[in-house]
């Protein structure tokens, strides 16, 4: 989990806002340690405020980033919308300031890092079968 982002994602991520769902754990907790790295302020929530607490003050100390712990129930509404509105409020209501440019870059990077990962390794195994599929 210690390898860096490249240094042109660490630029764009720095001084930013995020919010992860299932952050106290296994993949969400993992995208919140490279955000934080990358000088991205997180908001971490799971059902479980007390698991966020840990995971946002260590994260938080050692990167220097402002991390926000809550709970968040993601199957309920009500639980989404009352996360929004404390997000607005921490983040001086700056979480959805995307830009299309960035997921654009996101995109891009994403799709050259995957093939060059992956292809090939599927073109030196002939027999190897499936898909490559992007969630």
Known sequence: MGQPLSRDMDRILEGRYAL???ASRG???AVAEVLGRAGCNIALASRSREDCEAVAGRIAR???VRAFPAA???TRSASVRSLLHALR???ADRLDEV???DLEYASR???AGQTRGVVPERVR???ARGRLLDL
């Open 62 to 64: 050692e990167h220097s």
């Open 99 to 101: 830009r299309p440019r």
């Open 72 to 74: 968040c129930d993601v």
């Open 27 to 29: 993949i969400g907790r």
């Open 109 to 111: 990077r994403y799709a």
């Open 125 to 127: 195994d002939r027999h």
């Open 89 to 91: 409020k921490w983040s």
């Open 20 to 22: 992860i769902t299932g």
